[in-house]
């Protein structure tokens, strides 16, 4: 399914948590992020100002990890973002939809940002077809601090299946120099 870039009904942006630490003692939605991770967040975060990829509902994790990277995004985009917890820390890409199948449908641009394998999985699932280039990177690997533009022709969020959405661009922190 190949859709205009410029009229796409719904867009889905999943980006995965940057890069943190494993603190000895810590549990692990607790482990805050590096020094490379916050960089990593805030060139995620000045990319997606300048590419106007500015999310109408940001849903994050609870994880420390996925906040402090949301909080470094949101820092970037000067836009009022409505945001909440979503429960999404270790969940398989079928439950990602389901997630995402309860948004309102008067959200344009919804952002998740989350963890692997579900980020990796649920984008593999929802966009198997798009850009080329984007394709193989995204399927190459889905670093931390990776985020995947999926555009989407349904009416509503409730739509969202596999193979109903298409890879418009996987970026990560490394291919933006």
């Known amino acids: 399914m190949k859709l205009n870039p410029m009229l796409p009904k719904h867009r889905l942006i999943l980006l995965r948590h940057a890069k943190s630490a494993w603190p000895d003692g810590v549990a692990d939605r607790e482990r805050p992020l590096t020094d490379r991770g916050r960089k990593a967040a805030s060139v995620i975060g000045a990319y997606m100002v300048r590419e106007k990829l500015i999310p109408d509902l940001a849903l994050v994790s609870p994880a420390r990890r996925a906040q402090e990277t949301w909080k470094l995004v949101r820092g970037a985009i000067l836009k009022k973002v409505e945001h909440e917890a979503a429960d999404i820390y270790e969940v398989p890409a079928e439950r990602m939809l389901d997630v995402i199948r309860a948004v309102e449908p008067g959200i344009r641009t ?7 394998p ?27 601090a990776g985020l995947a533009v999926i555009d989407l022709d349904l009416d509503g969020w409730d739509e969202i299946a596999a193979g109903t959405g298409y890879l418009e661009r996987f970026v990560t922190p490394r291919s933006l120099g």
């Open 110 to 116: 919804l952002l998740i940002v989350g963890h692997n």
């Open 118 to 144: 579900g980020m990796e999985n649920a984008a593999s699932l929802i966009a198997p077809d798009g850009d080329a280039d984007a394709v193989r990177c995204m399927r190459e690997k889905f670093p931390t």
